[in-house]
């Protein structure tokens, strides 16, 4: 059984930074590109970041460049999101994401992943 477990959530105010963590069971981790999604009241699941199998190509969405950094540890099983400098416009559920096609292909849409977590609550004060 896959499963994608989340931790680091949390509240922080604008300026502040957190980091999530995505620890990985179930599945041979460095055969999967992995990303992080969020998901703001009201609105779509949109991409934030990802990473490919060997950590050494990263893509994120324009709003988030120069401040996030995906990165992952294959032999600790686990993908990380550090967010620096973050904004209340960050404020959304994060959500890690598993996919068998390149990392790339999660920027185009959730389409491409084929295991989620359970999401991490990220709250952004002014």
């Known amino acids: 059984q896959v499963q994608l477990v989340q931790s680091g959530g949390g509240l922080v105010q604008a300026g502040g930074s957190l980091r999530l963590s995505c620890v990985a069971s179930?599945?041979?981790?460095?055969?999967?590109?992995m990303g992080w999604f969020r998901q703001a009241p009201g609105k779509e699941r949109e991409f934030v970041a990802s990473v490919s199998w060997s950590g050494s190509t990263t893509y994120y969405t324009d709003s988030v460049k120069g401040r996030f950094t995906v990165s992952r540890d294959n032999a600790a099983r686990t993908v990380y999101l550090q967010m620096n400098r973050l904004e209340p416009e960050d404020t959304a559920v994060y959500y890690c994401?598993?996919?068998?096609?390149?990392?790339?292909?999660?920027?185009?849409?959730?389409?491409?992943?084929?295991?989620w977590g359970q999401g991490s609550l990220v709250t952004v004060s002014s």
């Open positions: 179930g599945l041979i981790l460095d055969q999967y590109a």
């Open positions: 994401a598993a996919s068998s096609s390149h990392a790339y292909d999660l920027s185009r849409g959730t389409g491409y992943i084929n295991y």
